[in-house]
């Protein structure tokens, strides 16, 4: 038993050292990273923009004569409905992209929570983020040249 824990504790001493990711590893994860918020943002913007589409036309079709004709895009075929069939179509549809965007600030919400945490682990600035900062970032880059390198600590991200 006790040579188990020993050999356990070496083994995550040994692989903590060989798991530590390099400073160009820790910033293309972070470049990831933010590169999959900004397409999250991307697609809430643009799904913001057809909820705007769809208000528009709804608001504009509930003033009209329900029994009156009227043309959809549906997968690329244009077909002709009248009003009191295409009206809750467009509500429905409304309200299911209302929720994709609501999930979608969720999961950027939580992907800019992992964003400063993994920040904050691996102590990235970025450029321009704050003079002060990055000069004592750079006193310390000079400081940590002789001295050897700290892996992914005091990494500088543009």
């Known amino acids: 038993m006790a040579s188990n824990s020993g050999n356990n504790t070496s083994g995550k001493t040994g692989g903590g050292k060989q798991s530590t990711p390099s400073a160009e590893q820790v910033v293309a994860t972070f470049q990831r990273m933010r590169q999959e918020q900004r397409s999250m943002a991307s697609k809430a913007a643009e799904f913001d923009m057809e909820i705007n589409e769809h208000s528009l036309v709804i608001d504009t079709l509930k003033e009209v004569d329900p029994s009156r004709k009227c043309f959809r895009l549906v997968g690329g075929v244009l077909v002709e409905r ?56 750079a006193s310390q880059a000079k400081e940590s040249e002789g001295g050897g390198s700290k892996g992914g600590a005091g990494v500088l991200v543009s």
Not at 89 to 108: C, F, G, P, W, Y
């Open 82 to 137: 009248t009003v009191k069939e295409v009206l809750p179509a467009l509500e429905n549809n409304k309200e299911q992209i209302l929720k994709i965007v609501e999930s979608l600030n969720t999961q950027m919400q939580t992907k800019g929570r992992e964003l400063t945490e993994y920040r904050e682990r691996y102590n990235i600035r970025l450029v321009g983020e704050d003079d002060k900062q990055g000069k004592a970032d």
